[in-house]
């Protein structure tokens, strides 16, 4: 099971950390994703538990930083400089084996109910 907090209201510019705890092993990897009212789901961002190698969309990349915590079997996801675009249910998501592209959402395993971001203009 896999948790998420964090999402609230925020105006532009500002900042969140989201929080996601996995109940036990959190497996290979964590992903964040998003989706906003009307559009696909995408990925934003993934963190691999062995040697901490991350991933980033480009529409994350040098805003947002994830991390962890194995210890906690917890991931984070500061994300910064906030912006209306930014706004939509934030899932993450265990992948429990290897895979080439942490990009796939379909590829993963487990997912959370989703914690909503909503950035205000």
């Known amino acids: 099971q896999l948790v998420e907090s964090g999402g609230q209201l925020v105006q532009a510019g500002g900042s969140l950390r989201l929080s996601c705890t996995a109940s036990?092993?959190?497996?290979?990897?964590v992903g964040w994703f998003r989706e906003a009212p009307g559009k696909d789901r995408e990925f934003v961002s993934a963190?691999?538990?062995?040697?901490?190698?991350?991933v980033y969309a480009d529409s994350a990349a040098g805003r947002f930083v994830i991390s962890g915590d194995s210890a906690k079997n917890s991931v984070y996801l500061q994300m910064n400089r906030l912006t209306p675009e930014d706004t939509a249910m934030y899932y993450c998501?265990?992948?429990?084996?290897?895979?080439?592209?942490?990009?796939?959402?379909?590829?993963?395993?487990?997912w959370g109910q989703g914690t909503q971001v909503t950035v205000s203009s």
């Open positions: 998501a265990a992948v429990m084996q290897y895979i080439d592209d942490l990009q796939r959402d379909y590829e993963y395993n487990f």
């Open positions: 036990r092993y959190a497996g290979y990897a």
């Open positions: 963190l691999v538990w062995s040697g901490g190698s991350s």
